[in-house]
């Protein structure tokens, strides 16, 4: 039986939720040619195998402040982060020592899979998450 996924570890997935979490996200046109780069930070939420990893974003003065951003189920990404000052280049921000960072690429379909839905659910998301990503 082919594995569909990383392995999935209920306890290292119960010991991030309530962790702080700062986020790099590079997000890629279909041909891997960068659209844009942005941080984020939040509240690690839930921890779920099936529905995801959630993060409520703490966005003093963005209108992200509060939402909630799902990222896939893969605990991969989540690194112990260094003490320190960590200034966003996206927002100017700074993040004060978090618990952890993860780093996550997201790839746009290749244009024979892409659909309209797909495409607006895209610039949709861009539009509530504050991103930059060519799809608006």
Known sequence: MENSGPEWNEERAGALVGKYALLGLTF????????????????????DASRGIAIRLVAHGHHWDGEIYRLPPDLRAFVDAPPGEYRLRSTGEVVVDPDVTASWTIKSPPVEEDTPERRQARAAEALRFGFDTGES
């Open 28 to 47: 890629l046109d279909h041909d891997d040619n960068l659209l844009s780069q942005v941080q984020r930070h939040g509240r690690i939420l839930e921890m």
